[in-house]
């Protein structure tokens, strides 16, 4: 990743990331040279730094996944669970401790097919957690299975003759299932991917961000998208604002897709509840 | 002295004092016959003392649960039985691999699979040590009465936060369901160990560092220590490792801290053993059958003595050779189709003959059973 090599540079923007970097952790990381998975990285940790949270109130929690590395490499409590899982243990540190601030990091597979029971149960409960969905359309870490949003058609090494099945819209699902902030960005847009950040850790419930990014090793190779600069350039053209996207056409929006805020309501939120039902049954 | 706090309970009930009384303050769990009273009893307690229930979505998603609330500084439990605890044993390896201390109660029905939801089964005691996947000490209590539901649970607590490891307790159908008037202990009456935290300075702690007893002192979240928890095979940093050198260390943590400590685990029940021929091996409810024949069969002028096990794993190795090695005969009663009986051949001596009394369909063994089988092997 960039940023690490850049130890010596002088004060520039991504001096900040470096100040958020575990101790004592061996670089380089596991991640392919181009790998949108750091892109999100900088975005959230800039997000994190300027509203200036104390890193030990900080959870981030994760699964298992290309994404779900990065919690190795950022100083905060770090909890790298088991594949899909990572939804039910960050549901155990924010219940048992409200005053942390609990973030997930996971991918597509691990949150929308072997965690997907956990995803729409913790939308469900609007419980005060950040998700932050690094969706590459592909199963990275394992060698580029499809996964359950590799579109329909498209090639991975487990839909080699084109992809059979339907893809799921996390957002879609996330809202239908109750999430109460839901936002979609891209590696290509990193303003606003920090804003989305930014806007996604500061609500108050349950809040999924999705990002958009390359897996160019398996998912572009496989579909002859081109390098990552090639793929990251192609978000930019297939972006789509909410608000442009509601003045066209279903017909002018196939195959782009929509970034912002998708969905954003106040609803109460799981602890604050728990907690009233606490302070009415608790001896006075 | 104030009257004693005497109440007719459940084991599923008695389960869930023990756990309050050892300062249980989260559980998390899926409903599942013969357990349910276990969720029931913490979502109506719990919430009284500040603490924290939560039904989650399945069995994967609650021991996941109790091991988040356990990082992050609370004492946590889940209950269920087989199809659940099949289910739970993904993340029962994490916290094995992870440390963290956790309860688990398995209220044995019959399988496999679905099995029999109503009926008494001791069939997940291999389950129980050897259940998820890789190479690992485990600890397993089992209690035989109401009372001691109570106590064995308070025991497994303090197991998990002695050892930092996960904990199960193999409660069955018929301790579960069946009442008897027990006394509730009054604080301070039993020890209540918590895990040893950290005290150097925060930038010199060392999350998996190999100790004197080889268990690592564990902050709770946001008390200055940051660090990095995978289940991935991790140094003493907690960051992943492929090194053939570090990768030893890990596992023999895992094992030592168990293994070389097994007398503070160990806790049998030991009756009319001294000048006994034959004894009578067992644990679970099937013990109290087996008291009720050993009294009756020793009225009746027959040298015979029982021998409970409440630890059943690590497995009471040497305490059983101690005690058994002067008998001629040892038999072994389970309700499955022969578990911990295969425990008990590794470790005798030859000259020794095993017999075993087992029962599968669903229902208890009783004294005169037992009895029935002493004749036969006399
Ligand atoms: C229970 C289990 N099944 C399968 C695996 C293998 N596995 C590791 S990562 C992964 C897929 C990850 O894909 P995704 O969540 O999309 O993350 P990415 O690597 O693309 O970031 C799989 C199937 C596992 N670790 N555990
Ligand atoms: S395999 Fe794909 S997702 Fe994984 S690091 Fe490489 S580019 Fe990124």
């Given at each position: 990743?960039?940023t690490?090599?850049?130890?010596?540079?002088?004060?520039?923007?991504?001096?900040?990331?470096?100040?958020?970097?575990?101790?004592?952790k061996k670089?380089p990381?596991?991640?392919?040279p181009?790998c949108?998975?750091?892109?999100?990285?900088?975005?959230?940790?800039?997000?994190?730094?300027?509203?200036?949270?104390?890193?030990?109130?900080?959870?981030?929690?994760?699964?298992?996944?290309?994404?779900?590395?990065?919690?190795v490499?950022?100083?905060?409590?770090?909890?790298?669970?088991t594949?899909?899982?990572?939804?039910?243990?960050?549901?155990?540190?924010?219940?048992?401790?409200?005053?942390?601030?609990?973030?997930?990091?996971?991918?597509?597979?691990d949150?929308?097919?072997?965690?997907?029971?956990?995803?729409?149960?913790?939308?469900?409960?609007?419980?005060?957690?950040?998700?932050?969905?690094?969706?590459?359309?592909?199963?990275?870490?394992?060698?580029?299975?499809?996964?359950?949003?590799?579109?329909?058609?498209?090639?991975?090494?487990t839909?080699?003759?084109?992809?059979?099945?339907?893809?799921?819209?996390?957002?879609?699902?996330?809202?239908?299932?109750?999430?109460?902030?839901?936002?979609?960005?891209?590696?290509?847009?990193?303003?606003?991917?920090?804003?989305?950040?930014?806007?996604?850790?500061?609500?108050?419930?349950?809040?999924?961000?999705?990002?958009?990014?390359?897996?160019?090793?398996?998912?572009?190779?496989?579909?002859?998208?081109?390098?990552?600069?090639?793929?990251?350039?192609?978000?930019?053209?297939?972006?789509?604002?909410?608000?442009?996207?509601?003045?066209?056409?279903?017909?002018?929006?196939?195959?782009?897709?929509?970034?912002?805020?998708?969905?954003?309501?106040?609803?109460?939120?799981?602890?604050?509840?728990?907690?009233?039902?606490?302070?009415?049954?608790?001896?006075? | 002295?104030?009257?004693?706090?005497?109440?007719?309970?459940?084991?599923?009930?008695?389960?869930?004092?023990?756990?309050?009384?050892?300062?249980?303050?989260?559980?998390?769990?899926?409903?599942?016959?013969?357990?349910?009273?276990?969720?029931?009893?913490?979502?109506?307690?719990?919430?009284?003392?500040?603490?924290?229930?939560?039904?989650?979505?399945?069995?994967?998603?609650?021991?996941?649960?109790?091991?988040?609330?356990?990082?992050?500084?609370?004492?946590?439990?889940?209950?269920?039985?087989?199809?659940?605890?099949?289910?739970?044993?993904?993340?029962?390896?994490?916290?094995?691999?992870?440390?963290?201390p956790?309860?688990?109660?398995?209220?044995?029905?019959?399988?496999?699979?679905?099995?029999?939801?109503?009926?008494?089964?001791?069939?997940?005691?291999?389950?129980?040590?050897?259940?998820?996947?890789?190479?690992?000490?485990?600890?397993?209590?089992?209690?035989?009465t109401?009372?001691?539901?109570?106590?064995?649970?308070?025991?497994?607590?303090?197991?998990?936060?002695?050892?930092?490891?996960?904990?199960?307790?193999?409660?069955?159908?018929?301790?579960?369901?069946?009442?008897?008037?027990?006394r509730?202990?009054?604080?301070?009456?039993?020890?209540?160990?918590?895990?040893v935290?950290?005290?150097?300075?925060?930038?010199e702690?060392?999350?998996?560092?190999?100790t004197?007893?080889?268990?690592?002192?564990?902050?709770?979240?946001?008390?200055?220590?940051?660090?990095?928890?995978?289940?991935?095979?991790?140094?003493?940093?907690?960051?992943?490792?492929?090194?053939?050198?570090?990768?030893?260390?890990?596992?023999?943590?895992?094992?030592?801290?168990?293994?070389?400590?097994?007398?503070?685990?160990?806790?049998?029940?030991?009756?009319?053993?001294?000048?006994?021929?034959?004894?009578?091996?067992?644990?679970?409810?099937?013990?109290?059958?087996?008291?009720?024949?050993?009294?009756?069969?020793?009225?009746?002028?027959?040298k015979?003595?029982?021998?409970?096990?409440?630890?059943?794993?690590?497995?009471?190795?040497?305490?059983?050779?101690?005690?058994?090695?002067?008998?001629?005969?040892?038999?072994?009663?389970?309700?499955?189709?022969?578990?911990?009986?295969?425990?008990?051949?590794?470790?005798?001596?030859?000259?020794?003959?095993?017999?075993?009394?087992?029962?599968?369909?669903?229902?208890?063994?009783t004294?005169?059973?037992?009895?029935?089988k002493?004749?036969?092997?006399?």
């Open positions: 990743m960039a690490v090599t850049e130890k010596k540079a002088p004060k520039q923007k991504s001096d900040v990331t470096l100040h958020y970097l575990r101790p004592g670089f990381n596991v991640w392919c181009g949108g998975i750091g892109i999100v990285m900088g975005a959230y940790i800039r997000a994190l730094d300027k509203l200036g949270w104390d890193r030990n109130k900080v959870a981030m929690v994760s699964g298992i996944g290309c994404s779900s590395r990065m919690p490499y950022l100083d905060f409590h770090a909890l790298h669970t594949h899909g899982r990572a939804l039910p243990f960050a549901t155990g540190v924010k219940f048992n401790r409200p005053d942390m601030n609990v973030v997930v990091i996971t991918g597509d597979g949150a929308l097919a072997i965690g997907g029971n956990h995803f729409i149960h913790a939308c469900r409960r609007n419980i005060n957690i950040t998700v932050i969905l690094i969706n590459n359309n592909i199963y990275g870490m394992t060698g580029g299975q499809g996964s359950p949003t590799t579109p329909s058609h498209s090639y991975s090494t839909t080699p003759y084109g992809n059979a099945e339907k893809h799921f819209d996390p957002c879609t699902l996330a809202k239908a299932a109750g999430a109460t902030f839901v936002a979609r960005g891209t590696v290509a847009n990193v303003p606003q991917l920090e804003k989305l950040a930014s806007q996604a850790l500061q609500h108050h419930g349950f809040s999924l961000l999705e990002v958009v990014t390359n897996c160019h090793t398996y998912y572009g190779r496989l579909n002859r998208m081109g390098d990552a600069v090639t793929m990251i350039q192609k978000f930019k053209e297939d972006a789509v604002m909410l608000g442009k996207a509601k003045k066209m056409t279903p017909e002018e929006l196939e195959g782009k897709f929509i970034v912002g805020v998708l969905h954003e309501e106040e609803k109460t939120e799981f602890c604050d509840v728990y907690d009233q039902v606490v302070e009415h049954v608790s001896p006075k | 002295m104030a009257k004693e706090n005497r109440q007719l309970l459940q084991g599923n009930a008695a389960c869930v004092q023990g756990a309050l009384y050892a300062g249980m303050r989260f559980f998390a769990g899926y409903p599942i016959t013969p357990s349910t009273e276990i969720a029931e009893g913490s979502a109506r307690e719990l919430p009284k003392l500040g603490g924290k229930f939560i039904q989650m979505e399945d069995e994967l998603g609650s021991i996941a649960a109790i091991i988040g609330a356990s990082v992050s500084g609370a004492k946590a439990m889940t209950g269920t039985s087989g199809p659940g605890y099949s289910l739970m044993l993904e993340n029962i390896g994490y916290a094995f691999m992870t440390e963290v956790v309860v688990v109660v398995n209220v044995q029905r019959g399988g496999p699979s679905t099995g029999l939801p109503t009926k008494v089964s001791q069939s997940d005691t291999m389950q129980a040590r050897w259940g998820t996947h890789g190479d690992y000490s485990s600890i397993t209590v089992a209690p035989s109401v009372g001691d539901t109570l106590t064995e649970t308070i025991r497994a607590f303090n197991l998990a936060e002695r050892f930092r490891t996960p904990v199960t307790i193999l409660l069955d159908e018929v301790i579960a369901h069946s009442r008897e008037i027990i509730i202990p009054e604080p301070g009456e039993y020890e209540v160990i918590d895990r935290k950290p005290t150097c300075p925060p930038e702690y060392l999350p998996y560092e190999i004197e007893n080889y268990v690592t002192p564990m902050p709770a979240y946001g008390e200055g220590y940051r660090y990095h928890i995978t289940g991935l095979t991790h140094d003493q940093h907690g960051f992943p490792t492929n090194k053939p050198s570090e990768i030893i260390v890990k596992l023999d943590k895992l094992k030592k801290k168990i293994e070389n400590y097994k007398d503070e685990i160990t806790k049998i029940r030991v009756e009319m053993m001294d000048d006994a021929e034959i004894a009578i091996i067992s644990y679970g409810s099937v013990s109290r059958a087996a008291l009720q024949a050993t009294m009756l069969a020793r009225e009746a002028g027959v015979v003595g029982c021998i409970q096990l409440y630890t059943i794993w690590p497995f009471p190795e040497k305490e059983l050779l101690e005690l058994c090695g002067k008998c001629q005969k040892v038999i072994v009663g389970e309700l499955n189709m022969g578990q911990i009986v295969h425990e008990v051949e590794r470790i005798l001596p030859r000259d020794i003959s095993i017999n075993t009394i087992q029962r599968y369909d669903g229902e208890i063994l004294p005169v059973q037992i009895l029935e002493l004749e036969e092997v006399l």
